[in-house]
């Protein structure tokens, strides 16, 4: 994490099981994934008031079987 003025920005990973209904139209695979994430928030008076974020898209559909590597 990383804050400069009145603004901060996180870099992290998520992890998590494919389960549940599927995704874009792909079925659930039952496999742990993970990808990584940046997120970007402004702060007014010490709170959030804006956020932007980024997950690595390709990570999440190479793991669905959406891509094929």
Excluded at 16 to 27: Q, S
Excluded at 39 to 51: A, N, S, V, Y
Aim: one cysteine or more.
């Amino acid at each position: 994490m990383v804050a400069e003025g009145h603004l901060v920005f996180v870099h992290g990973a998520c992890a998590g099981t494919d389960t549940g209904n599927g995704f874009l139209g792909f079925p659930s695979t039952g496999n742990k994934m993970e990808y990584g994430v940046v997120d970007m928030f402004r702060l007014r008076d010490g709170k959030p008031c804006e956020h932007w974020d980024m997950a690595d898209a390709e990570a999440i559909f190479i793991q669905i079987g959406a891509i094929k590597v």
